[in-house]
C-alpha cells in the first residue's frame, strides 16, 4: 500500500505524530487483519491543529475568491487523477468494494472541490438602495470549522465539508471516524500540494473525546458532523453551549414506496441501490421499502433473483459488487438486528447470515411482511437489511411512511407522475427521489429535517452554513436624533 499515509495527523501543511496518543489499528474489513495503526490526538496535537486553523484563517480568507478557487480546482484534477490509488485506499479503509469506491469517493470528493472552488469567485453580498441611504452586505467566513466525518464515506464526508468551507475563506481541522482514518489525510495532503497554505485544512485522528474537545473549544466557530443521532444531540448541545453554527448530517430510516404500476425492473434496481449499496451502509438508504399488494410477489421474486447475482468477494477485485461490511462491531450490530427481525415474526425472503470466510461479510438480507412496529422497521441498521411492508392506498402508506422521528431520504416509483409529485409533496424527508434512489450530485441540496439533521450540504445551500452575512448601514445625510 504505497499510498498509505505517513503520520496519524496533518497538521499546518505537515504530517505530524505523536506516539503518546492512545493508538487506533485500522483493520481491514475484507479480513480482519490489522494493515496500519494512528494514535488519537493528544492535547498537544489538539492545540496546534486549532492554532494552526486559527493563525492561517485571516490570510486565507483574504485571498480573492478567484484565487482560492484556483487552489480547490487543483485539488479536485489531482485528486481525480490519483482516483485509482486513493480508491484502493479508501477500500482498505471501508472495505467498499473497489467498483464502488473508484466511481463514488474520490470522485465525488473530487465533484466537491470543483463545484465549490467554481463558485468561491461568485460568493458575494448585496446593495439594497433606501432613498438616498443604502445598505450593503458582505458575505463573510465564519472562522474555524470543525468536520467530523462518519465512517461510511472518509474521503467523500472529507471532501463535502472542507470544500465549502474553504470556499467561502474558512479554515478546517477535520477529524474522521476512529474506524476508518487514513482517506481524510489524503485530502489534506492534495489541498496541500494544490497550494492550500499551511493550516488551512487540518486532520486530527481521535475517538468520540477527540470530537468532543474539538467542539467545545472557544477557538471553534463552526462544527459540521456526519454520523448518529445520538452523536448529533450530543454534538449539537455542545455547540450550542458557546452559540456555534452547526451542520448536522444524521442518521435516517428512511421510505421507498413501490406502487402497483411501477416497471419493476427500475423499482427492483431502485431498492437495491437504496439497501445494498457499500454493504448498506448509507445513511440516506430506503430501508423500509413499501410495496404495493399487486406487485408485491413479482418484486420478491425479481429481488431475489437479483440479489443472487451479486458477486461477493474480495473488495479490491473490480468484478466484486458486494463487500463486508467496516467492522466486526458493526457487524454484530446488524446481526443482532436480524435475528430481532426473526424473533419478530417476519419473514426472511433470503440472507440472514454471516458468510464463510475471513473479514466481516453479511449476505444481501431481505426481510418481507414487516410491520410498522416491528424494531426493524423502526430502527437505523446501517446494514444489508431490508425490511418490505405492504401496503394498499396511497394516504395510507404516506402517514406510515411519515410515521418515524428521522426524516432524511425519501422516494417513490410509479409511472403515474401527478402521484410521484403529490407523494413527494408530502414526505417529511430533505431528499427525495422519483424514480431513483441515492443519487447524491454535488448540484443539488443534501440533508435531512426532524431529527435527521440540520442544515444542508452540497449546492449552492451550503454557502449559507459556511458563512454569515454582515449589514452595513450607510447614512448619505445628516443624522437625526430625537434630543
Ligand atoms: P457516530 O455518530 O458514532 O460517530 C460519528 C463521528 O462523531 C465519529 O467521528 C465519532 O468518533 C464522533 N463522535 C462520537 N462521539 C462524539 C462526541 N461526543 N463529540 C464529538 N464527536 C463525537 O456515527 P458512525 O461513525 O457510527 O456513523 C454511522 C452513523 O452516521 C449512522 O447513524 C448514519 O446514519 C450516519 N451518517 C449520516 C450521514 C448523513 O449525511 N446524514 C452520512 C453517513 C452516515 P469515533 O467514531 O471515532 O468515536
Known amino acids: 500500500m504505497h499510498t498509505q499515509p505517513t503520520a496519524s495527523h496533518f497538521i499546518n501543511g505537515a504530517y505530524v505524530e505523536d506516539t503518546a ?12 487483519e490489522v494493515i496500519g495503526r494512528v494514535h488519537s490526538a493528544t492535547p498537544a496535537i489538539i492545540d496546534h491543529a486549532l492554532n494552526a486553523a486559527r493563525a492561517a484563517q485571516a490570510a486565507w480568507a483574504a485571498m480573492t475568491g478567484t484565487e482560492r478557487g484556483r487552489i480547490l480546482r487543483r485539488a479536485a484534477d489531482i485528486m481525480r487523477a490519483r482516483n485509482h490509488d486513493l480508491s484502493v485506499l479508501e477500500t482498505f479503509d471501508t472495505g467498499k468494494p473497489y467498483q464502488e469506491t473508484s466511481v463514488a469517493d474520490a470522485t465525488s470528493g473530487a465533484d466537491a472541490l470543483e463545484y465549490f472552488g467554481g463558485m468561491a469567485a461568485t460568493l458575494t453580498g448585496e446593495h439594497i438602495q433606501l432613498g438616498d441611504d443604502w445598505v450593503y452586505t458582505r458575505r463573510e467566513p465564519l472562522g474555524v470549522c470543525v468536520g467530523i466525518g462518519a465512517w461510511n464515506y472518509p474521503t467523500q464526508i472529507a ?26 489525510l489524503k485530502v489534506a495532503e492534495i489541498l496541500h500540494e ?10 486530527v485522528q481521535g475517538l468520540g473525546d477527540v470530537g468532543a474537545a474539538l467542539v467545545s473549544d472557544s477557538r471553534v466557530d463552526k462544527v459540521s458532523l456526519t454520523g448518529s443521532v445520538p452523536t448529533g444531540r450530543k454534538v449539537y448541545a455542545a455547540a450550542a453551549a458557546e452559540m456555534k453554527h452547526v451542520t448536522m448530517e ?7 414506496i413501490i406502487f402497483d404500476d411501477a416497471d419493476v425492473e427500475n423499482a427492483v434496481s431502485g431498492a437495491i441501490m437504496a439497501n445494498f449499496y457499500s454493504s448498506g451502509q448509507v445513511c440516506s438508504n ?7 399488494t399487486g406487485i408485491k410477489e413479482a418484486f420478491l421474486a425479481r429481488l431475489t433473483e437479483r440479489l443472487g447475482k451479486a458477486v461477493i468477494g474480495d473488495p479490491q477485485d473490480p468484478e466484486t459488487s458486494f463487500g463486508p461490511m467496516v467492522s466486526e462491531g458493526q457487524m454484530k450490530i446488524v446481526q443482532g438486528y436480524i435475528a430481532k427481525g426473526q424473533d419478530e415474526g417476519a419473514r426472511l425472503v433470503t440472507g440472514g447470515a454471516r458468510l464463510d470466510r475471513d473479514g466481516f461479510y453479511l449476505e444481501p438480507t431481505v426481510f418481507a411482511d414487516v410491520t410498522d412496529g416491528m424494531t426493524i422497521a423502526r430502527e437505523e441498521i446501517f446494514g444489508p437489511v431490508m ?3 405492504d401496503f394498499e392506498d396511497e394516504a395510507e402508506v404516506l402517514a406510515r411512511a411519515n410515521d418515524t422521528e428521522f426524516g432524511l431520504a ?8 401527478a402521484r410521484a409529485h403529490r407523494v413527494v409533496a408530502g414526505f417529511e424527508a430533505g431528499t427525495c427521489f422519483i424514480n431513483s434512489y441515492n443519487d447524491a450530485p454535488v448540484e443539488a441540496p443534501f440533508g435531512g429535517v426532524k431529527a435527521s439533521g440540520v442544515g444542508r450540504e452540497n449546492s449552492k445551500a451550503a454557502i449559507e452554513h459556511y458563512s454569515q452575512v454582515k449589514s452595513v448601514y450607510v447614512r448619505m445625510g445628516d443624522v437625526e436624533a430625537p434630543f
Do not use: H
Open 194 to 203: 494544490a497550494g492550500a497554505p499551511a493550516g488551512v485544512y487540518n486532520v
Open 410 to 417: 425519501a422516494g417513490v416509483f410509479t409511472r403515474d407522475l
Open 387 to 389: 425490511a418490505v411492508l
Open 286 to 292: 430506503g430501508t423500509r421499502v413499501f410495496v404495493q
Open 250 to 256: 444524521l442518521g435516517g430510516k428512511s421510505p421507498l
Open 159 to 184: 471532501s463535502w465539508k472542507g470544500a465549502p468551507a474553504l470556499a467561502c475563506g474558512n479554515t478546517m481541522v477535520f477529524k474522521p471516524s476512529e474506524t476508518t482514518p487514513l482517506c481524510a
Open 21 to 32: 496518543g492512545t493508538p487506533i489499528d485500522v483493520i481491514y474489513p475484507a479480513t480482519g
